[in-house]
């Protein structure tokens, strides 16, 4: 019975002294919260995509109030977030550019020739391992939706086994993230054209595998009265910051590579 009574007395003061020292812990090691940061994670979208530079919604939440981080950086949030983030802290809203995302790809099912008929597991990552695709080209889209699955606003439809942004795009870049082939990228919303090709092999070699892609023929440059094309590595680059959006380079185009957003 004494033993019984030692135990329960042992362990019951054990337990008091550990309670005591965590109660000290917390009120000396305790850090505040500035309570604005809560706030602001609140009303953050909660995709958690990056774009706004810092690791999820909560770590740009506190980098408004910690490091005075821009406060337009949030795509997916759009001017209602902005004008939300303005409120709380008190400053200029001023104005987000929207931004959506590109596909650097324009071969689909009718226009891209196949080396092989894959029959593995039906996604992009595990169909890139595998001699880059069924595709004859290897650069371009893998067309079995990986972009489609992970995007939060239902942006991204597959057509003719060729991923399609539409208008729904926030900008977020998950996509971006997801993409084998690195064929997805982030633009402003106003950008006037660019170029949906990917391969860097030769005119001739790029056209046998698909008929949509850029043959680097040199007639969108010519026609280029801004000089915002070149051609580099047999693929036409597009300079959004000299090009004004005459549409030239979109007629011309004999492979109709071009296109506007």
Same mark, same amino acid.
């Given at each position: 019975m004494n033993i019984i009574l030692?135990? %329960?007395? &042992?362990?019951?003061? @054990?337990?008091?002294?550990?309670?005591?020292? #965590?109660?000290?812990?917390?009120? #000396?090691?305790?850090?505040? %919260?500035?309570?604005?940061?809560?706030?602001?994670?609140? @009303?953050?979208?909660g995709a958690n995509c990056g774009a706004c530079g810092y690791p999820g919604c909560s770590g740009y939440a506190s980098a408004l109030i910690e490091e005075n981080a821009k406060i337009n950086l949030c795509t997916p949030g759009g001017s209602a977030l902005l004008a939300k983030i303005s409120g709380i802290l008190g400053v200029e809203a001023g104005? @987000?550019?929207?931004?959506?995302?590109?596909v650097?790809?324009?071969?689909?099912?009718?226009?891209?020739?196949?080396?092989?008929?894959?029959?593995? %597991?039906? !996604?992009?990552?595990?169909?890139?391992p595998v001699y880059g695709g069924e595709n004859a080209c290897a650069f371009g889209c893998l067309g079995f939706g990986d972009c489609q699955k992970v995007c939060p606003s239902d942006a991204i439809c597959m057509e003719n086994d060729l991923a399609h942004i539409t208008k729904n795009c926030t900008g977020c870049g998950l996509c971006v993230k997801v993409c084998p082939n690195n064929?997805? &990228? %982030?633009?402003?919303? &106003?950008?006037p054209a660019f170029v949906a090709c990917s391969n860097i092999e030769k005119g001739a070699v790029a056209r046998k595998k698909c008929t949509s892609g850029c043959i680097a023929c040199t007639k969108c440059v010519r026609e280029? #009265?801004?000089?915002? @094309? !070149?051609?580099?590595?047999?693929?036409?680059?597009?300079?959004s910051e000299k090009c004004t959006g005459c549409g030239r380079c979109i007629e011309v185009c004999v492979t109709k590579c071009i296109v506007s957003l």
């Open positions: 030692v135990a %329960i007395v &042992s362990v019951t003061s @054990i337990g008091l002294v550990c309670s005591a020292i #965590l109660s000290v812990a917390s009120k #000396l090691m305790y850090v505040k %919260i500035d309570e604005r940061i809560t706030m602001l994670t609140g @009303i953050m979208p104005s @987000i550019e929207k931004k959506t995302a590109s650097r790809c324009g071969g689909d099912c009718n226009s891209r020739q196949k080396k092989m008929e894959y029959m593995g %597991i039906q !996604t992009c990552f595990a169909a890139k064929l997805i &990228s %982030i633009k402003n919303a &106003s950008t280029c #009265l801004d000089g915002a @094309i !070149t051609i580099e590595n047999n693929l036409a680059k597009i300079d």
